[in-house]
């Protein structure tokens, strides 16, 4: 929590640099009433200007009412962490007018709708209200459109008063509208309205503004449920089973945005695959799994409670080896929890997932361009161990937006497995002595080879199931069958670690001491390497990006004298599982690990890592 | 491409497709001896014999329990996936996706059904995935040794569970609520009706249910409760005899007398004609059939025979815009978006 800024008068604007493309507009607004638009296009139009930017959504669990905020930030030198203080409110809500008063900087700016009618207490601060009824009801827009439009106001005021190009902003409303000309035409009327409104009105008096920056070269803006999906797009998804839970949904609707036009069957124009919308969780892993038993590319998504639901069927698609993708976009829980919260808190449960010995493959995307790699690479994996792959992102990363690289094309040709047809088999048989086994090891990596439903071959046929069976899907209860069968499935899961992404490594001479993070909080951490170097603290960072852990796990930790492990949940999860795995350096694995439903600050991660250090 | 089949021996039993009823059998029960899931499966390698089908194009779905085991007892030479409890229908509808060709058979019991699966089993009814959905009904976990099932009868009483307080769950009335396109009650103890039901629901386009009461001799078999054989046996009111008739006999038909026999045409040509009984039960006819069974059950009657068939309805399938060639088989270049519909993607989402 932010201490109240203390108030003291404001004196000589004028000697006060100007603050050029270096900070945190927060605008706060009743949830429901649209404002979802209007900061989506700030975001974008500032993007279109090259500038480093990021913007959060902090949002209730509700449709209509409740307060929301949408924070935007802008760094010059690509800082994209969320930030505690603002530098600019945007005051649309009166019932948090006072409190988000609160979070404004010494000297910064608040716009706000001038029909709040509330003595602002606080003099250190730029204050320009907006007459938003005015401005709409001038504008000509139908009466019932018009709270809608009426955030459009304070786009075109904003805009006016930072610099922000007005171009860049008509190019953000034909890419939000589609290129829809009536939508386009009539936001913008709004906003131009409010824009000459403040051009004639407004007498600027504070040193914020933005400035065009060579942007590097075609980056994009996506949220990582999209990139994800869209990698799903691109790695061949033939079913996709979910059912509605936020941070998810918006996962399994961008496939159906984006699927029906680039799954159109070259031969037949037909879809090539199928989207089902199920009963729960526990029917989306159901049928999830039975289509990747039956050969199909075939994933779920879902959050915390939906994952929580699929937990036994996911211990019979590992026992059973069916590949399988399951998306678990993170939330705060327990239970219900916070809901439209962020936290990387189903680590332990993902890793330990069912009843008795299981394992699986982890990944874990920390930007919009991991989501779209993993979002295809997921069942290369999968088909390739015949096992399920749980790729965790969270409600940060998946969505609220981001700048990425464009996306780059799989660069590897899809990775079906072991999979025998009629021809397959036929010569299988021949070069085995007549011999195949569904999970019988012939290679000798533990992946056994299997036949799909709808070969015709009559030795193709087996019988899955979750009981014991021996190596040619027999029923057994035989204990050397029982135990050989669970090692080779182990020993299967060794593989692993040759096929996950590797962590990213990031040093700095000299170096004594790391940090290993993963996921959505790499802005943050990269930001707070730097403070820290600036206090004389030189860091190396570890990214995970997978479990299995891979041998540089081992390696950095040997080369480290001690390793925070920072992560956005109450036990430190990352640091649990690196306990386990590494006894060994368990002394040099410290936790820094919180979780408030925020994404992660830089300043946080300082303050706890310098304290920890004894520092200051 | 061709594949050698094994060769049957030609005997004169052969069918239509060069097999034998043997190639239709499946390893020996482990169930008890006399329990009514046998009989069920020793009917289903007839029907299947009988309907000339090729075991390739078959895939078997299970739930738990001793039903449930039975995919084995038929067809060796089908795919089969003997699942979670109560969770066989979502498994059975992601993998039929996979090859629209292939027909399924499930087996559940009445707790795999009725009670931990009744969500997903109405969900799949609504949805209409073509595959042939059978709870072998008797009223007890069998595989838990004997407790009540939510199809036991209240008032029953069983040993060690004491007397049943809970109503009934009808699985006829569920599935047709559910907007089940093809519904059947038999009796395990009545072969003759069983093959017949299982041939008919196995050429209808859509979900069939048939709940048929299958007595546990084990743990529920006493004589006066309705899953029992000499319930059954006495209680049983067919409310027709059922004749099935693949497409290709479909002479047969002006065989018998008008007004006496009701057609249903199924979707693939093939017919079953109803004999009528003590009435001219029509089982097109949604409001009759659960007439008849709201009747039956304020009766204590054990209704058989097919109850409800729609055979016009669309399945899951005709949702889908999917290719007729098996999803299974699509490659690479059928599945991955050309490298230039990225880099248009590229620029939507680029400054
Ligand atoms: C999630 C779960 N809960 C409980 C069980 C234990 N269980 C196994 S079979 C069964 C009941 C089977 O009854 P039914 O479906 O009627 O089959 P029957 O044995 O009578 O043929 C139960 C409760 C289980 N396997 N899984
Ligand atoms: S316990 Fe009952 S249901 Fe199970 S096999 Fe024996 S007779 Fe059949
Ligand atoms: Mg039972």
């Known amino acids: 929590m932010i201490t109240p800024q203390i108030s003291s008068p404001l004196k000589e604007q004028e000697a006060r640099s100007p603050i050029i493309n270096d900070f945190c507009i927060t605008v706060a607004t009743v949830n429901g009433s649209g404002s979802a638009t209007s900061n989506g296009i700030l975001l974008r139009a500032l993007f279109t200007m090259g500038i480093p930017v990021s913007g959060k959504n902090i949002f209730p669990s509700n449709i209509q009412g409740l307060p929301t905020w949408y924070s935007i930030r802008l760094s010059r030198k690509g800082y994209l962490g969320r930030i505690e203080t603002d530098d600019i409110i945007v005051a649309m809500n009166p019932a948090t007018f006072l409190q988000d008063l609160n979070y404004l900087v010494p000297g910064g700016v608040l716009f706000y709708d001038d029909s709040i009618k509330v003595n602002i207490p606080r003099e250190d601060i730029v204050t320009y209200p907006m007459p938003v009824k005015q401005i709409v009801r001038q504008a000509d827009v139908p009466a019932n459109l018009r709270d809608y439009v009426a955030n459009m106001v304070y786009v075109g005021v904003v805009a006016q008063m930072l610099n922000i190009d007005l171009q860049a902003v008509q190019r953000a409303l034909a890419v939000h509208f589609k290129g829809k000309q009536k939508a386009i035409d009539s936001n913008w009327a709004i906003i131009k309205a409010a824009a000459d409104w403040a051009a004639a009105n407004l007498e600027k008096r504070d040193p914020y503004r933005v400035e065009p920056m060579p942007a590097p070269a075609n980056r994009i803006l996506i949220d990582g449920n999209t990139a994800g999906a869209l990698g799903a797009v691109y790695g061949g998804f033939q079913l996709a089973a979910w059912y509605p839970i936020t941070p998810a949904s918006s996962f399994a609707e961008a496939l159906g945005e984006y699927a029906p036009e680039l799954r159109k069957d070259p031969i037949t124009g037909k879809h090539t695959f199928a989207i089902i919308q199920a009963e729960d969780e526990l029917a989306a892993a159901g049928m999830a799994i039975g289509a990747g038993w039956a050969g199909l590319r075939a994933m779920a998504s879902t959050s915390g409670p939906g994952f929580s639901l699929m937990a036994e069927y996911l211990g019979l698609a590992y026992f059973a080896e069916v590949p399988v993708v399951i998306w678990d976009i993170q939330r705060v829980g327990p239970s219900t929890g916070l809901p439209t919260r962020t936290a990387q808190g189903d680590l332990t449960f993902a890793y330990f997932l069912g009843h008795g010995d299981t394992q699986y493959v982890i990944l874990l995307p920390g930007n919009v361009n991991e989501c779209f790699e993993m979002g295809w690479r997921a069942f290369d994996i999968a088909e390739r161990l015949q096992t399920p792959v749980l790729v965790l992102s969270d409600l940060d990363l998946g969505m609220n937006m981001h700048i990425g690289e464009p996306f780059e094309y799989p660069d590897t040709p ?46 193709s046929a087996y019988f899955a199931r979750g009981t014991g069976h021996d190596e040619f899907a027999r029923y057994s209860e035989e204990p050397e069958i029982w135990e050989r069968n669970l090692k080779r499935i182990a020993r299967k899961m060794e593989n692993a670690r040759t096929l996950v992404p590797k962590p990213v490594l990031q040093t700095h001479p000299g170096a004594q001491i790391g940090i290993i993070a993963y996921g959505s909080t790499d802005p943050a951490i990269q930001e707070a390497r730097d403070l820290l170097l600036e206090k004389g603290m030189a860091i190396d960072f570890l990214r995970l990006r997978a479990l299995p852990f891979t041998e540089e796990v081992a390696e950095f930790l040997r080369g480290h004298a001690h390793v925070y492990v920072v992560e956005l949940n109450r036990d430190g999860q990352m640091h649990q599982l690196l306990t386990m795995a590494y006894p060994e350096y368990a002394t040099r694995l410290r936790s820094v690990a919180h979780v408030d439903g925020l994404p992660l600050t830089a300043r946080w991660v300082v303050e706890r890592i310098a304290a920890m250090e004894g520092l200051r | 491409m061709m594949i050698t089949q094994e060769t049957s021996s030609p005997r004169v039993q052969a069918n239509r497709v060069g097999l034998t009823r043997s190639d239709y059998r499946g390893l020996p029960s482990t169930l008890c001896q006399g329990c009514g899931h046998n009989a069920i499966a020793n009917q289903i390698i007839s029907a299947m014999y009988e309907l000339d089908v090729v075991p390739e194009k078959v895939v078997k779905f299970s739930g738990i329990g001793c039903s449930s085991k039975s995919p084995t007892y038929f067809l060796s030479r089908s795919f089969g996936f003997n699942g979670l409890h109560g969770r066989m229908p979502s498994l059975a509808l992601g993998a039929l996706f996979a090859d629209m060709s292939l027909k399924g058979i499930g087996v559940s019991g009445d707790g795999d059904t009725a009670s931990i699966g009744m969500g997903q089993f109405k969900h799949l009814v609504r949805r209409n995935l073509p595959m042939m959905y059978i709870v072998e009904n008797n009223g007890v976990y069998g595989l838990t040794k004997g407790q009540f099932s939510a199809t036991a009868e209240k008032g029953l009483s069983l040993k060690r569970q004491g007397i049943n307080p809970y109503m009934p769950i009808d699985i006829c009335l569920e599935a047709l609520v559910a907007n089940a396109t093809f519904v059947a009650r038999s009796f395990a103890g009545d072969p003759k009706q069983v093959k017949e039901i299982l041939k008919a629901a196995f050429s209808h386009r859509g979900i069939a249910v048939i709940d048929i009461i299958s007595p546990c001799v084990t743990f529920h078999n006493q004589e006066n409760s309705l899953h029992s054989y000499a319930w059954g046996k006495d209680h049983e009111m067919p409310l027709h ?109 680029g400054a």
Request: proline share 8%.
């Open chain 1, 414 to 459: 899809m990775d079906r497995g072991k999979v025998l047809w009629e021809e397959d088999l036929e010569r299988f048989l021949a070069e085995h002595q007549g011999q195949w086994g569904r999970y019988l090891d012939v290679d000798g990596d533990g992946i056994p080879y299997r036949t799909l439903p709808g070969n015709t071959h009559p030795r």
């Open chain 2, 241 to 349: 005899d059922i004749t099935f008739v693949p497409p290709r006999e479909e002479i047969y038909i002006e065989d018998f007398e008008e007004g006496t026999v009701r057609e249903v045409e199924l979707h693939d040509g093939s017919v079953i004609m109803l004999k009528k009984l003590d009435h001219d039960y029509d089982p097109t006819n949604l409001f009759e059939a659960l007439r008849v069974l709201e009747e039956a059950k304020q009766n204590n009657w054990l209704i058989t025979g097919i109850i409800y068939v729609n055979p016009q309805a669309p399945t899951i399938f005709d949702a889908y815009d999917l290719p007729a060639e098996p999803l299974n088989r699509l490659t690479e270049d059928r599945l991955r978006p050309p490298r230039e519909s990225l880099e248009h993607l590229n620029q939507i989402f």
